[in-house]
């Protein structure tokens, strides 16, 4: 049974940082890529950055500069370290798993989904 649980979410000024965690458990975490995906409030949830199976990044135009994502398999972790935090930026964040080591840009190309932690940027 795969379950990811992330963590790291809160409330933040704007121009400050935030960590998230994703960790994983239930499958072999280095063979899938890995997403974090967002939604606010009245809106569609959508693709905030991913990491493959290899490594290979790819990020939203909007969070290009300041976000990073990154894994440690030895942990079966996801992270996305979030800098220069703006309130548009608000949401709740979800990582998910994708279904081979390829990263998908779309929601329904990713099999299992965290519970999703809330970020909040105070301006």
């Known amino acids: 049974q795969v379950q990811l649980v992330e963590s790291g979410g809160g409330l933040v000024q704007a121009g400050g940082s935030l960590r998230l965690s994703c960790a994983a458990s239930?499958?072999?975490?280095?063979?899938?890529?890995m997403g974090w995906f967002r939604q606010a409030p009245g809106k569609q949830r959508e693709l905030v950055a991913t990491i493959s199976g290899y490594g290979v990044t790819n990020y939203v135009d909007s969070v290009k500069g300041r976000f990073t994502i990154s894994r440690d398999n030895a942990k079966n972790t996801v992270y996305l370290q979030m800098n220069s935090l703006k309130p548009e930026d608000t949401a709740v964040y979800y990582c998910?798993?994708?279904?081979?080591?390829?990263?998908?840009?779309?929601?329904?190309?990713?099999?299992?989904w965290g519970q999703g932690t809330q970020v909040t940027v105070s301006s």
């Open positions: 239930g499958r072999t975490f280095s063979r899938y890529a």
């Open positions: 998910a798993l994708g279904s081979t080591v390829l990263a998908g840009r779309r929601p329904g190309e990713y099999n299992y």
